[in-house]
């Protein structure tokens, strides 16, 4: 399946559950892969408007505005998702994003 199928099924979703996560990261996720940073990272921020508890959200936006060379908005976005993955305990995300942050801040 090409990542345009996956896409339009995902909007298909979206389409029917306007406020659905899965669907939404998906989306966010395949434009990323292609290189769509804006249009990546606008979906990001739709997903974690409708879902701030949506640890991964953050992560990968992180990773998704370093790799174009945004690293003080990474930054940003890595301190937003830690503060995300200390509320809904998940100290996995938490360790990985803050190993990133380390990174990003040397």
């Known amino acids: 399946m090409s990542s345009t199928d996956k896409i339009a099924g995902l909007k298909e979703i979206l389409a029917l559950d306007p406020k659905n996560s899965f669907a939404r990261y998906g989306i966010a996720m395949e434009m990323a892969n292609r290189g769509e940073v804006d249009g990546a990272l606008k979906e990001f ?28 908005e990474a930054v940003e976005k890595l301190k937003a998702g830690i503060a995300c993955a200390a509320r809904t305990g998940n100290r996995h995300a938490l360790s990985e994003m803050q190993g990133m942050l380390d990174e990003l801040d040397r």
């Open 45 to 72: 921020e739709v997903l974690i408007a409708h879902s701030p508890d949506y640890t991964a959200a953050y992560f990968m936006s992180a990773q998704t505005l370093a790799k174009a060379g945004r690293n003080p």
